[in-house]
């Protein structure tokens, strides 16, 4: 009889310690949990040297265009939206001007997002690195989302010459201004943890960004925007000719190097085709 009350006790503080752990909340995952690189677009264009500076003159080159959603614990966040949708719908592609690059875009963001079950009104944070229409083709799709953004390039990209000095099209972003607005003058902790920095970068535009992405499995890397174009360009110091400031650009080169060295983060040129088509595209995700 003995022997039978103390297994009823037993098992009755078998099934209540059982119960104690159902009702202990789940360990929370911390910072970036993964990542995911779209192809939001690729381009050609007749002549590269304008991007390479006293080299290539005459020749042809490619670009990729890639748009990234980070997952963090604390919610979605987009850095870059790439050409805008509606180049998907044109057979021949787009080209803006003869000296602009001829862009041609296979599948639309927000199809790519959708295939991941990511609806962009669910993305709370949005970063663009600088506002040329390959970068912030779909912004307009993220207006629910906190936008962070140099205060330099605030005020080129939504001032009165937007279109006439800085030769952005404001119909990609126009939908943005009614934004909650973070407005920024240098580097910017995202979540509050740093695994997602903003780095001012500027120089190709007026308030240019990059971003410093801790990866849990990959580690740091740095998503260039258009502080750099091309590995050789990175490796050579060049600045296209149309940047807004040569001295700032190189600064940031500078600055950016600084950054890999003092963090060990790799680069990820967006515009080199070559190294995009080593870094695997949603839906598959990086981690």
């Known amino acids: 009889m003995h022997t039978a009350l103390t297994r009823f006790l037993v098992l009755l503080a078998i099934a209540g310690f059982l119960g104690s752990c159902a009702d202990m909340p789940a360990k929370q995952q911390t910072g970036v949990q993964r990542m995911y690189v779209f192809n939001c677009g690729e381009s050609t264009v007749a002549d590269v040297s304008r991007w390479t500076p006293g080299v290539n003159v005459g020749m042809p080159g490619a670009f990729s265009a890639n748009c990234y959603l ?17 180049v998907a719908t044109m057979p021949k592609g787009f080209q803006r001007s003869k000296v602009a690059p001829h862009y041609i875009l296979r599948k639309p963001l927000r199809f790519q997002l959708e295939e991941i079950g990511v609806d962009p009104a669910k993305v709370e944070h949005v970063a663009f690195s600088h ?21 330099a390039e605030y005020d080129a990209a939504f001032g009165p010459e937007a279109a006439t000095k800085y030769n952005f099209v404001t119909s990609n972003y126009d939908k943005l201004r009614g934004s909650k607005t973070v407005k920024l003058n240098g580097e910017h902790d995202v979540f509050g943890d740093g695994s997602v920095v ?10 240019h960004q990059s971003m410093l992405v801790r990866l849990p499995k990959t580690g740091p890397v740095i998503l260039s ?17 149309f940047n807004f400031d040569r001295e700032q650009s190189l600064k ?23 190294q995009s088509a080593t870094i695997p595209k949603a839906p598959a995700h990086v981690e």
């Open 70 to 86: 980070i997952q963090h614990a604390k919610g979605w966040m987009m850095f870059d939206s790439g050409i805008n949708d509606n």
């Open 131 to 151: 506002t040329h229409g390959d970068h912030v083709g779909n912004a307009n799709l993220f207006t629910g989302a906190t936008l962070y953004i140099q205060q």
């Open 198 to 207: 903003l780095i001012a970068t500027p120089g190709h535009t007026p308030g």
């Open 225 to 241: 925007g258009d502080v750099v174009h091309l590995q050789d360009s990175w490796v050579h110091r060049r600045v296209p000719s």
């Open 252 to 274: 940031s080169m500078d600055k950016v190097a600084a950054l890999m060295e003092k963090t060990g983060a790799k680069l990820w040129i967006n515009h080199d085709k070559a």
